[in-house]
């Protein structure tokens, strides 16, 4: 990409999110804080009936309603496939100006810190993972290539992705959480400027990344009731490693569950809420070094 | 009260506090754990549906529907109106036996450790609460003397208590939390025990005690939306003490607010995830010192 012309920042997505609700609304009533010169930029409230009413979605999950299938469906007429044509219609519009990047802010009950969760290994993506790691170490960079098919908002964009903070509970806000993502997005869109100007600032090395390679579910019984929860010494561990024979879960009884692989994995959204009705007790990763 | 006869355990009177669901669940399935030789004890789930659809209610607060004129207005009509109706009359049917105690099981986001919240300063109660922190000092002892006009389900005795454990998401279950409470509902059945069988342990001295003495709401514009957070000083500081200048809101600008009373006051409840809707950013307490 030549130039980068056109930036939206998305709050929202998941109506129970608080901090990119309030980050957006912020930046819709002080867009000087997201201007830059060589580029525009857009502030977007995604889910705007589950904001009003504090809950992750309405009907379905509006952050899997962008597949091609879907969006093309003049069927679906669900609230969410509903807004997820309009904001379509609003980034991607036929025949005029679309956004280059999409910057969809999201919250997790996991502890997460503060990721960064990109679509695939873009140079231009993993060179501003590079710079944000540059500036806060505890910044992580995570590559999900399933985001398509899967329906995510950020696949609007072959350059969109995801900035994932926690923990933080639904429908509350940490202060301390919403000022590191805000200047977060702060330094995204000062590498975007200085991408544009050709002075962006160069940073070569290696890069840390965890790729997705798959889920775990709790156990269930034949009802799909959860049996278990997340270790005690698995919680709010993600990130680090979870080898062979380490304990996972612990079932209702005081009984330890362990992880059956063959190698050491590097769990994610652990613990995710919203995630125990999709059977996702944690996102499993493996640790890569990129070359950038 | 010469003897307790009958002691009931309520979870999920908020659907989505998982910790008392399956605390509940699990004695139901194992009814040995919570059988005590000198009284019977019951374990109830309170609000079925939201529990079901992991929200903390479907029309209106469960925990608010034990007003006596809620419970004998027949017009009232919602999911929760009936279910309390129905849970009264499980816990206090008319010429029978009913239960001498309530142990009502809830979760928050706020830092309220293994809490427990009495309607008043009954002797028999603060001698439990002296026992509970003697065996774990991490136990704190709340009274608030509003259970009754507030409609809360522990109303339903005078010896009606809550457990309130956190921090702990909505929707998730923490592993950590859900076996201190276990412990901590044991160690309450056996002091019941004790106290039938004339021999339970003598504790004496002084328990802090914690009184709730208002509330206070986050800064809001004309429209009633928030324009601050718990500040980071306080956040995750329950029953700290919180004296006059002390910073107690970031405002999304990021300036400070700081608490105007004119005295030292210890808030718990900070940044409740369900007491935004209800104008809440925290309880104010009283910290005493109870002779027992």
């Given at each position: 990409m030549s130039q980068i012309e056109r930036v939206a920042i998305v709050g929202g997505?998941?109506?129970?999110?608080l901090t990119g609700v309030h980050l957006v609304k912020k930046f819709q009533q002080y867009p000087n804080l997201i201007n830059r010169s060589s580029f525009e930029t857009l502030a977007l409230l995604g889910n705007l009936k589950a904001i009003e009413e504090g809950k992750r979605y309405i009907e379905k999950?509006?952050?899997?309603?962008?597949?091609n299938e879907g969006l093309q469906?003049?069927?679906?007429?669900?609230y969410e496939d509903t807004r997820a044509k309009a904001i379509q219609q609003i980034l991607q519009p036929q025949n005029q100006p679309f956004v280059d990047i999409v910057v969809d802010l999201h919250s997790t009950t996991?502890?997460?810190?503060l990721s960064l969760i990109f679509c695939d290994t873009y140079p231009l993506l993993l060179r501003l993972g590079a710079y944000l790691s540059s500036i806060n170490p505890l910044v992580k960079i995570c590559i999900n290539q399933q985001s398509k098919e899967n329906g995510?908002?950020?696949?609007?964009?072959?350059?969109g992705f995801v900035i994932e903070v926690g923990a933080v509970a639904q429908n509350i806000l940490n202060a301390e959480l919403f000022q590191e993502t805000e200047q977060l997005i702060y330094a995204v869109l000062d590498y975007f400027e200085g991408y544009n100007q050709g002075k962006f600032p160069q940073i070569s090395g290696q890069l840390t990344i965890y790729k997705y390679i798959g889920t775990i579910d709790y156990p269930r019984?034949?009802?799909?009731?959860?049996?278990?929860?997340?270790h005690p010494q698995l919680?709010?561990?993600?990130?680090e490693p979870l080898n062979?024979?380490?304990?996972m879960f612990l079932t209702f009884e005081g009984k330890d569950i362990f992880y059956e692989g063959t190698s050491t994995v590097y769990p994610i959204f652990?613990?995710?809420?919203?995630?125990y009705e999709k059977g996702i007790a944690m996102h499993l990763s493996q640790k890569h070094q990129e070359v950038v």
């Open positions: 997505n998941h109506g129970n999110e999950d509006l952050n899997r309603c962008f597949t469906n003049p069927q679906l007429s669900s996991s502890n997460m810190g995510f908002l950020r696949s609007l964009c072959e350059l019984s034949d009802r799909g009731e959860i049996q278990a929860m997340i919680q709010f561990r993600d990130y062979p024979g380490d304990p652990i613990n995710e809420a919203a995630y």
